[in-house]
């Protein structure tokens, strides 16, 4: 294994926590391909109240705008709560294995219906040592502000640094300041990501695959 990095900073949907559905889509179905998922991130919509400028009410409004939605502005936002499942199972096993070797962190494109959530009753604050909120920074991610934000806080120089987003361009924008950046989609998939950047070893990943394999 290596010593190569001080932090290991994670994105939390699609990574850590599993989102249920699609609030957006008539059917509720979430769809598996990129171009969803880059229309959502840089959506000015979201990109607004992601970023702390809106609430919950003119966000639902402006989404079903800029969607063309199916389903009203309230039964979008019903949808959009619950969009958070919970953490993958064994990620706090995960987790466990790797705070022996190394400061963690999390940085989530987020607002305040879902960090209500996540941080209490995920209680992140008992797994992460740094917890970094879109909303609460004043700006999203792929945007550079928010990895230059985060470099600070940790007061780590870049390289030291890995970080694990589902989104390629949370990818992308991560490595234009300099930090180690992988896509990974899904817990067992970070577990391969953690593996081949030489965090986990052999013996840690034949502990979580038993895991998964329980849970």
């Keep these: 294994m290596t010593e190569s990095y001080d932090v290991l900073l994670f994105d939390l949907g699609g990574v850590l926590v599993r989102a249920t559905g699609n609030p957006v889509a008539a059917d509720g179905t979430l769809p598996a391909d990129d171009d969803f998922w880059r229309r959502w991130l840089l959506s000015p919509a979201v990109r607004d109240f992601e970023s702390g400028r809106t609430s919950p009410e003119e966000f639902a409004r402006a989404v079903a ?5 199916e389903v009203g502005p309230d039964e979008f936002l019903r949808r959009f709560r619950a969009w958070p499942e919970g953490f993958y199972p064994g990620t706090s096993d995960l987790i466990e294995l790797v705070s022996r070797r190394f400061r963690l962190a999390c ?3 987020s607002n305040p219906v879902h960090w209500d959530l996540l941080e209490g009753e995920l209680r992140l604050a008992d797994l992460f040592e740094h917890r970094f909120a ?3 920074i004043g700006h999203v991610k792929p945007e550079r502000e928010v990895f230059e934000h985060v470099v ?3 007061a780590c120089e870049p390289s030291r640094v890995l970080f694990l987003d589902d989104n390629p ?4 924008g991560a490595r234009k300041v300099g930090i180690s950046a992988h896509r990974a989609r899904g817990l067992e998939d970070a577990v391969r990501v953690l593996r081949r950047a030489g965090v986990l070893g052999e013996d840690d990943v034949e502990h979580l695959g038993q895991v998964f394999r329980a849970g």
């Design 65 to 69: 705008a800029e969607f063309e939605l």
């Design 169 to 172: 361009l949370g990818v992308e």
């Design 107 to 109: 940085l989530s494109n």
């Design 152 to 154: 600070v806080e940790l």
């Design 134 to 136: 879109s909303h609460l």
